[in-house]
Nanobody
């Protein structure tokens, strides 16, 4: 059974930091990818950061480059997102996503490349 379980969301003031995590199970990655997406009310879903599992190649949205860092621990089946310098516009529900199949490698932030989604964890940044 495929499971992606996010944790670590919460509320923080502007300029603060949060670390969210995702434990995943029930599938193998091999040539697949892991990523974080977010969606705020009334806004489109946005790819935040992604990683190609085999090589560790990463990609980030321009809006978070230099502030967010994605990391994977393949021994623990865990994906994390370290978020520093948080801004009110970072407020959203954050989703952990995964894809086992080949094809996501060069399109890490495209939501259409992912078939496995977690339930999300809320991140709220106050000004």
């Amino acid at each position: 059974q495929v499971q992606l379980t996010e944790s670590g969301g919460g509320s923080v003031q502007s300029g603060g930091s949060l670390r969210i995590s995702c434990e995943h199970s029930g599938f193998t990655l091999l040539d697949g990818c892991l990523a974080w997406f977010r969606q705020a009310p009334g806004r489109d879903r946005e790819g935040v950061a992604g990683v190609f599992a085999r090589s560790g190649m990463e990609d980030y949205a321009d809006t978070v480059k230099g502030r967010f860092t994605i990391s994977q621990d393949s021994t623990k089946n865990t994906l994390t997102l370290q978020m520093n310098g948080l801004k009110p516009e970072d407020t959203a529900m954050y989703y952990c996503v995964a894809e086992s199949a080949w094809g996501c490698r060069h399109d890490l932030l495209n939501p259409n490349k992912y078939t496995k989604w977690g339930q999300g964890t809320q991140v709220t940044v106050s000004s």
